[in-house]
């Protein structure tokens, strides 16, 4: 009997224990990513003289501010569990469009200066983790989790055109934009950093991240299609300014208009810095 008292005792006071030293907390962050590592983003191309230079764009659309609000769970005083849900303002990126056509039997030339840009790219994240802290007063942790997002953007292309003969000339001025939407996406999120109180439940926090995630939409629209001032959008063919992105699709004879094309997948992956405060609940 004096056994068994002995034991539950020892029980008692080791959940006391184990207890005491869990807690939970919440942060919020803003931080930025770079465009490292580079993927290819699409080109520039320049057309003179009847020979065209093609300059490769490189970057991340993981480039940019992000703010992130954190919740935590901490088992005890080393390991927890994490979910934070992060949102990104990507940087925009341009690609040019140059040419210069001569006809050098009739003196004709067409100019065109032009730009597609891609803007307003956004990604939120969702990041559960494991986090695996060391130390007292100043605690460097690790995370390790799953990146899930959901990404919008746009692009808008501008292009004016030149065409001269002799004395005349001819100017064309278009801008069309595009909307993109839909598609969930899945990777990785891991992170290094430190942490150290500010008061009894405030803490300071600084630290390094990577993600490893890439964005497909899967669907488009022109919302904007725009000639000489003159928006063709309200008088176009119902359905031919939306488009669906599949995996695979078969495109009936004779009607090269299906709506469909195969999904892009763009980049996302980054490395990032980003620094914030954390409340916590409970005693460690």
Known sequence: MKTKIILLFCLINYSTNVIAQQFSYTGISIGYGTGLPAYALGSSTNTTNGRTTYTLEKGSYGQGLNFSITGGYMFNKNIGAEIGVSYLVGSKKEFTISTLDTNTSSGNSTDAEGSITLDKITMIQVNPAVKITFGDDVRPYIRMGLAIGLGTGYTQTEEKTVTTSGSMADTTVIERVTEYRGGTSFGFNSAFGV???????????????????????????????????????????PGSLDTEYVDEYTQPSGNPASGKALKSYRPFGTFSISAGVIFTFGEE
Do not use: C, Q
């Open 195 to 237: 942490d150290f109180n500010l008061t009894d439940n405030l803490r300071f926090f600084g630290e390094l991240s990577f993600s490893s995630i890439s964005w497909a939409p899967t669907k488009s629209k022109i919302t904007k299609d725009e000639h000489d001032g003159v928006d063709r959008t309200a008088s176009a063919a």
